[in-house]
Each structure stands twice: as structure tokens, then as C-alpha cells.
């Protein structure tokens, strides 16, 4: 059954509809807290669409209708069913003899074997949609790719500029420091052993392998990928989506396309960003504290990064682009309601995001043990 709603289509028009059961009361306050209805207006309150009405939909109802009649409003309602116009009767018997509401049923609380069987019914439900959601971004691409000239490269172009070059003054400065705090930490162990030249090992194998890649992908993430949860999903409240569908344009050929294009592209250019910087703040430090030499260093770096190991964490990036992007326009599409819905899905593309890429990179490492890369 439908939730218990009310609709004013017109001032005088009050159309009630869905079940009106205790388990359906809490989406009914905020309705009745909105529902403004003008004073000395006659208002006929439509019950046709009422499925189910039990002691606390009654009592909800009842007090509806005094509300709106203290307030002034003339309200006649109609279309009850017979089986429920008994109870509504006695419920106003009471108010009558008690000279108040009676008070409403208390929902129970849930289990917590009630919550686990939500939490993963809501969970399963977002992993399927989430799935669906990628299906259809690469059947989208696909014809794209058979007809490039349905493919709009100024949005690309933009979203190259804002998620790449636009990033990459807090990508360079988080991996110089990233950098740094790598070699800073290891020079203290390398330092006892006399072992201070293989600083360039410790920050070269880190950087390029795991961390520039990492490090990157979780700023663009909170960067990019927030943006485009944002941007898409005051769209979809200001119904900017629903009017590109009227108009015949396809909202994942405009809106996401163009994005997981233009990030595919950056990501794996501002992992390269990255690997410089990185490499360089170790420099710094292997410099200060191990006293080894910038000529030094890059000899040993040379000899101890591969570039089987260079290219692992390039790899990795196209991967990391395309979990950011479609997860964060993924909950974009899923914004409903108002302004806090919006807040609520950026956060949530953030943490996937992040979430998915971590998990992507322990899968990317199990793999490259597996194929002694």
C-alpha cells in the first residue's frame, strides 16, 4: 500500500490518498505542518483514495478536520468507505465525551534484526540501481563511439579544465608534503642501519605504486566528484533533468559522458603530477635529513623503480576516474525532494567514492601479487 498523503490540487480541492496506519504516520506530519489552507474557504476533502484506516489514521484525520475548521475553514469530506466511517464516528465520540484527542498509538521500536534486514535491503537496492545506472552510461557510450558526432566535446573540454587543471595546485602541493612525511618517516630506520641511499626505493616504489594514485583519485573525489553530485542533483530539484527528457535530450549523453571522458583523461595526467612531486619533496627530505644528494638519489631512483612499477600506478587511474565519476553522478540522479537532499547525496557520492577506490586499489594489489608485477 501507498503511504498516507495529502494533496491540495486547489484551495478548494483536498484530495487524501494511501494508507492511513500507524506505520504510515511519520510521513504524514510533515504534510499536515505544511498544509496551509486559506481561512473562510469552503474545502471538500476527497477520501476516495484512502486504503486502509485504522485508530491512529482516524485520530490524525479527526484532528485534520478540527484543525481546519477552528482555523475557519469550511470542510465537508466525502468518499469515505463505509467500513471506515464506524471508526472515524468513534473516535469523534471520544474527542466529544473527553473533550480531547485521544493520544496516538506509539509506533514500536525496531529490532535490531529489523535494522540489519533494512540496512541491507537499502544496500542491495543502491548496488542494483548503481549497476543499472552503469549498464546504462555504457550503452550511452557505446553509441557515442559508433557515432562520434552525437558526442559534445565543448562540455568535455570544460570538465577537462575544471577537474584537471584547475586541480592541479592542491594535488601538486598534498603530494609534495605527501613526499616529505614518506621520506621523513623512513629516514630514522634507514638512518640506524647505514642503509640511508635506499630512501629513494622507500619513495619511489610508494609514490609511483600506490600512494600518488591513491592520494589523487580520493582529492579528485572530494573535489570533482562532489561537484558533480551537486551540479546534477539541483538539476534533478529544480527539475532542469525532467525538462532535457521533454525536449528529446538524453541527460547521461549531456550531463555524465562528457565527465567520465574528461576525467579518464586527467586523472592519469595528474597521477604523473603527482609522481613529480612526490618524488621530489622525498628529495627534500633525503637531502635534510640522510644527507643524500639530489644526484644520488635520482641514480638510485633509477635503478630501483622499474617501469613495470611506474605504469602500475598510471593504470590504475582510468579505473579510479570512472568509479569517481559515475558514482558521484549516480547519486546526483537519485536527489529527490529539496535542498537537504542534495547535501545529503554530495556526501554520500564522497564516500562511496572514496570507499570504491580504496577497494579498487586493494583489488588492483592483490592482482599484481598474484601476476608478480
Not at 29 to 56: F, K, M, W, Y
Not at 110 to 133: D, K, M, P, Y
Request: hydrophobic share 55%; net charge neutral; with cysteine.
Amino acid at each position: 500500500m501507498a503511504p498516507a498523503a495529502i494533496t491540495l490540487s486547489t484551495p478548494q480541492d483536498l484530495a487524501l490518498s494511501g494508507c492511513w496506519a500507524a506505520r504510515f504516520m511519520d510521513a504524514l506530519e510533515p504534510q499536515l505542518e505544511l498544509l496551509r489552507v486559506p481561512a473562510a474557504t469552503s474545502v471538500i476533502a476527497d477520501a476516495t483514495g484512502v486504503e486502509a484506516l485504522d485508530t491512529s489514521g482516524a485520530w490524525v484525520l479527526h484532528r485534520l478536520l478540527l484543525r481546519l475548521r477552528g482555523e475557519g475553514v469550511v470542510v465537508t469530506l466525502r468518499g469515505l468507505r463505509p467500513e471506515f466511517t464506524p471508526l472515524l464516528d468513534v473516535v469523534a465520540q471520544h474527542v466529544a465525551d473527553q473533550g480531547t484527542l485521544p493520544p496516538p498509538l506509539a509506533k514500536p521500536p525496531a529490532s535490531g534484526l529489523a535494522l540489519i534486514g533494512r540496512s541491507a535491503a537499502t544496500a542491495t537496492e543502491q548496488t542494483v540501481a548503481l549497476v543499472s545506472f552503469v549498464g546504462e552510461t555504457a550503452s550511452v557510450l557505446a553509441a557515442c563511439v559508433a557515432h562520434p558526432a552525437r558526442l559534445r566535446w565543448r562540455p568535455v573540454l570544460y570538465n577537462i579544465r575544471s577537474a584537471g587543471f584547475d586541480a592541479l595546485p592542491i594535488v601538486g602541493l598534498l603530494s609534495l608534503l605527501l613526499g616529505i612525511v614518506v621520506a621523513y618517516q623512513g629516514a630514522g630506520q634507514l638512518r640506524q642501519y647505514g642503509a640511508n641511499i635506499f630512501v629513494a626505493d622507500l619513495v619511489g616504489l610508494s609514490m609511483l605504486r600506490e600512494f600518488a594514485p591513491l592520494i589523487t583519485a580520493i582529492i579528485i573525489a572530494g573535489r570533482s566528484g562532489s561537484a558533480y553530485a551537486a551540479q546534477i542533483g539541483t538539476m534533478a530539484v529544480t527539475e532542469e533533468i525532467d525538462a532535457m527528457r521533454t525536449l528529446g535530450i538524453a541527460p547521461l549523453e549531456l550531463l555524465v559522458l562528457p565527465k567520465i571522458i574528461a576525467l579518464v583523461i586527467v586523472l592519469p595526467l595528474l597521477t604523473v603530477f603527482a609522481d613529480v612531486f612526490g618524488v621530489f619533496g622525498g628529495m627534500l627530505m633525503a637531502r635534510a635529513q640522510l644527507g643524500v644528494g639530489f644526484g644520488e638519489f635520482l641514480d638510485r631512483f633509477a635503478k630501483a623503480v622499474s617501469i613495470t612499477s611506474y605504469l602500475v600506478g598510471i593504470g590504475k587511474a582510468p579505473v579510479f576516474a570512472a568509479i569517481i565519476t559515475l558514482v558521484g553522478c549516480f547519486q546526483g540522479f537519485r536527489t529527490k525532494g529539496g535542498a537537504d537532499s542534495v547535501g545529503r547525496q554530495t556526501t554520500r557520492s564522497v564516500v562511496q567514492s572514496i570507499f570504491l577506490v580504496i577497494v579498487a586499489d586493494a583489488l588492483f594489489s592483490i592482482a599484481f601479487s598474484v601476476l608478480d608485477l
